[in-house]
Each structure stands twice: as structure tokens, then as C-alpha cells.
């Protein structure tokens, strides 16, 4: 099934973008983020993507484009020539892939169909065991990579040998008139009476490298010390009761409340004194990093993946080793303890993020890669 964009007589570049997941996070956020600019840019836009998906979904409400597939292995021969002549038909200038399984079938489908602009971006840093196959993916069916971290570029480089034109740095770009620190705050299950005990959170997808037992044994350990601090988790994606279990191993069951998936994310930050980002593994900068910074939310991270790139110790916030729960409980009651010093972070964030981390500043420089490959002639 499938339905077409509006007709727009400013539009430009005819755009799809590829998502075999079935979930909703940070990548599913990003695609929606490109999609939704270009949409207001003029441009018509679709999505290609499982049938029960969450984006689908979202995609259709938002009035964008779209078609269903079911990312069968079994099918993809078949499954590629179909796609293959669809992108012909509806005359595809920009096919951007976001998984393996939709990387493989779309960079078949769009070789074939002389696509004039293939990217493949990646969103975690992740091992390729057999790097000699899965550089295909980044070479053979991709014009051009996008990553959302130097240390995944960097990566990439060193194993694929990738040329500097060949990939670009582009973390996902931020809302700041919806990200602010002026608004209204989340109605957490807090005290949020004045003079209440700070509210410390974590708000992300449950998922086992976001590093929520890290954060249970800090909070663990904050309590020991007899700090007077309140503690939420906030995100879905994985059962909350899996989540619970992991708390009451470290004792904190009591001391720690699940909202479950919430929609108003920037009223959540802003009712939070310090956001934890406490990542192991497989991350590149985290789009909930930006948002606080942007919110005015102090913010403690680890030094996993991109996370240093936004969260700068001591610039615009501070850093603990991976896995450290010592140091991050350590770190958590410095940002109380020290407000000044949080404040003067808070405002540097909050710059950083206009300046180089605007939803239009990525628009922009996508706009720069696509005129790059495509010349101005394709744009009109």
C-alpha cells in the first residue's frame, strides 16, 4: 500500500528514506527529522518501511509518502526489482538507507534503478567482523555515508577506507523553538513542590547498552551517602517491568519511578536538574544529549561513543568512564553541589546547540551534500 505526497510546485529533490526497524527510537527520530524539514522545505517526501511500524505510522500522519515492505531475506530478489522499478516510476533523486536489512535491498534496488544520490547512514558504532563484505554496504551501495559521530567516522576510515568526500559527521539536528528552557514542565510522579529534592533521570529507549544498571547502582550509592535526591526513568521500547527487576537487584526499586514511553520530551527535560546519559556501548551522539542541552538541563554522560563530542567536560557538562557507577554518582551530586559552575555549562550547551546543532544547520549542510553529488540542476 501506498499514497503520494500533495503536489508542490516549489518542490525539489524527490526523497525517500529507507527504516527496517519496527520500533521507535533515536534512528526512527532522525529519519523523521530529515523527512519532516525537507517536507517543509518543498520537497516531496516518502518512507519505506515495515508494515507494523511505528514510523509508518507517523509517516502517514505527517502526510508524507509512503510504501510497505516486509524486509523478507527470502524475497529480496524479487523484492528488489519491485522497488527497483517503483523508484523509476515515481522518479526517486534521493534514497537514504538506515538499517542493514533495508541497506541491502534498497542499494540493490536503487543500482538498478540508476537512483542519481544512494546514502547509507549509520547511527551506532558497531563491529563488522567480516569488514570485507559489509564495506560493500558503505561503497558499492552508497554514494556518499552519514554518521551522527566522529568516532563512527573515524571508525569507518580506518576499516572501510573511506575518503574524507566519501563521508560526512552529521549528528541529528534540533528543534530549538521546541527544545528551550522556557516552558512548561512534565507533571512527573515526583514531588514537584518547591523546595522539592532534586529530580535526577535518565530518558531514552530501554535497551541494554543505555546503561540503566549503571544508573541503579549510582542511585544505590547516592542514597547510601544520604543524599536527598529523586530519581525517574523515563522511555519504553522494551518492557518497564524488565527494568524494575534490574532496579530491585540493586536495591533501588523504591527509589526509582518508570513513566514508560512519553511524547512531550522537552517538558520532561525541563523538569529534570540533571539528565543522565550513562551509554556502554554502541553510541554516537545522542539526540537526548542535544535536547538537554538546548532545554537547559545539566547533563552527566559517559565517555562511550559520540558522547564526548556534545557533553565537553567541564564545557558543557561532565563526563564519567563507562560502566563507572562510583563516578557517576560522584558527578551527579557535583552538578547540585556546584551550581554555578552547572549554570555556566547549561548556558555554553544551550550555545553550542544553536550553533552547530540546529535542525536547520543539518538541513543545511544535507542540502550542501545533495547539491555536491546532484549539481543545482537537479534541484529544480
Same mark, same amino acid.
Given at each position: ?290 535536547? #538537554? $542541552? /538546548?532545554?537547559?538541563? =545539566? ?11 556534545? !557533553? *565537553?567536560? +567541564? ?11 562510583? #563516578? $557517576? /554518582?560522584?558527578?551527579? =551530586? ?11 555549562? !547549561? *548556558?555554553? +550547551? ?12 543539518? $538541513? ?17
Amino acid at each position: 500500500m501506498q499514497t503520494d505526497p500533495a503536489p508542490d510546485s516549489s518542490a525539489r529533490w524527490r526523497i525517500l528514506h529507507s527504516e527496517a526497524s519496527r520500533g521507535w527510537g533515536g534512528q526512527e527520530h532522525r529519519v523523521m527529522a530529515e523527512l519532516s524539514g525537507f517536507q517543509r522545505r518543498g520537497c516531496p517526501v516518502w518512507v519505506l518501511a515495515h508494515p507494523q511500524s511505528q514510523i509508518l505510522k507517523r509517516a502517514t500522519q505527517a502526510g508524507m509518502g509512503r510504501r510497505e515492505c516486509a524486509f523478507d531475506r527470502r524475497l529480496l530478489p524479487i523484492d528488489a526489482v519491485r522497488l527497483a522499478l517503483w523508484l523509476r516510476r515515481e522518479r526517486i533523486q534521493i534514497v537514504n538507507t538506515h538499517s542493514s536489512r533495508d541497506g541491502w535491498l534498497l542499494g540493490i534496488a536503487a543500482r538498478l534503478a540508476r537512483t542519481p544520490l544512494l546514502i547509507r547512514s549509520r547511527h551506532i558504532d558497531v563491529s563488522y567482523p567480516n569488514a570485507w563484505v559489509s564495506r560493500h554496504a558503505f561503497t558499492t551501495f552508497a554514494d556518499h555515508v552519514l554518521t551522527t559521530s566522529q568516532k563512527i567516522t573515524d571508525h569507518f576510515q580506518s576499516i572501510f577506507h573511506l575518503s574524507g568526500g566519501h563521508i560526512t559527521t552529521l549528528p541529528t539536528g534540533i528543534d530549538v523553538s521546541r527544545f528551550h528552557p522556557e516552558g512548561a514542565e512534565a507533571e512527573l510522579p515526583v514531588n514537584c513542590d518547591p523546595g522539592a529534592p532534586p529530580v535526577i533521570g535518565m530518558v531514552s529507549v530501554l535497551r541494554s547498552w543505555k546503561g540503566h544498571a549503571v544508573f541503579f547502582d549510582a542511585v544505590r550509592r547516592l542514597r547510601a551517602a544520604g543524599r536527598d535526591f529523586q530519581f525517574v526513568v523515563v522511555g519504553g521500547g522494551a518492557p518497564v517491568e524488565n527494568y524494575a527487576g534490574i532496579a530491585r537487584q540493586h536495591g533501588v526499586e523504591g527509589q526509582v519511578v518508570f513513566t514508560g514511553h512519553r511524547e512531550d520530551i522537552p517538558n520532561v527535560l525541563r523538569a529534570l536538574d540533571v539528565l543522565c546519559i550513562p551509554s556502554i556501548k554502541h553510541e554516537g551522539v545522542p539526540q537526548i544529549g542535544l535536547q #538537554a $542541552l /538546548a532545554c537547559g538541563t =545539566a547533563v552527566v554522560g559517559s565517555d562511550c561513543g559520540g558522547i564526548p563530542e556534545i !557533553i *565537553q567536560e +567541564g564545557k558543557t557538562g561532565r563526563i564519567t568512564a563507562a560502566g563507572d557507577s562510583t #563516578a $557517576l /554518582a560522584a558527578r551527579i =551530586a557535583e552538578a547540585i553541589d556546584h551550581p554555578d559552575d552547572t549554570k555556566r555549562m !547549561i *548556558q555554553a +550547551g544551550r550555545a553550542m546547540v544553536e550553533q552547530h546543532h540546529s535542525l536547520d544547520h543539518m $538541513l543545511d549542510r544535507l542540502e550542501d551534500i545533495y547539491r555536491r553529488h546532484l549539481g543545482a540542476s537537479a534541484a529544480r
